[in-house]
């Protein structure tokens, strides 16, 4: 199942600021985001195939978006898949979390597992920008 491979979201211990807007931790929020789909899984060039885990933390918007800029890996089992993961995570479309009825931005751990990979696979180039995905 294609959500069974993100959905495991893990609250994290610290409260993050973007601008003036406050970002609650998962756990603080009425209701976590939850992971609606993930159009496409990246792979590094040659990888396809492999079963890593990427762990990253991110902020999920008021929108259900993953906001880029906010990705950082927690750990991984195969670093050469720290870039595709964070691609992976940025094609993710979640509900996003909500407090008091209305949605809110979260921070939230997010396990990558390829071994549940399941969607369009994109294999990227040896060259790639990191802060934008390639069109597959």
């Not at 993100?6 to 970002?23: D, H, I, P, R, W």
């Not at 089992?77 to 979390?97: C, I, K, Q």
């Not at 909500?98 to 060259?127: D, F, M």
Request: with cysteine; net charge positive.
């Amino acid at each position: 199942m294609l959500v069974g491979a993100l959905s495991c979201l893990q609250a994290v211990s610290s409260t993050a600021a973007k601008g003036n807007e406050q970002v609650l931790r998962s756990m603080e929020a009425d209701q976590p985001p939850v992971l609606d789909s993930v159009q496409t899984w990246y792979y590094p060039q040659g990888k396809v195939g492999q079963t890593p885990t990427v762990v990253l933390q991110a902020i999920i918007d008021f929108a259900g978006r993953v906001e880029p800029g906010s990705i950082r890996v927690v750990s991984t089992t195969d670093s050469s898949f720290n870039v595709a993961a964070r691609f992976t995570l940025m094609a993710a479309f979640y509900h996003p979390a909500k407090a008091q009825g209305s949605p809110v931005s979260t921070l939230v751990q997010q396990p990558i597992n390829y071994a549940r990979a399941n969607g369009r696979v994109c294999e990227l180039p040896q060259v790639v920008t990191p802060a934008v995905p390639p069109k597959c």
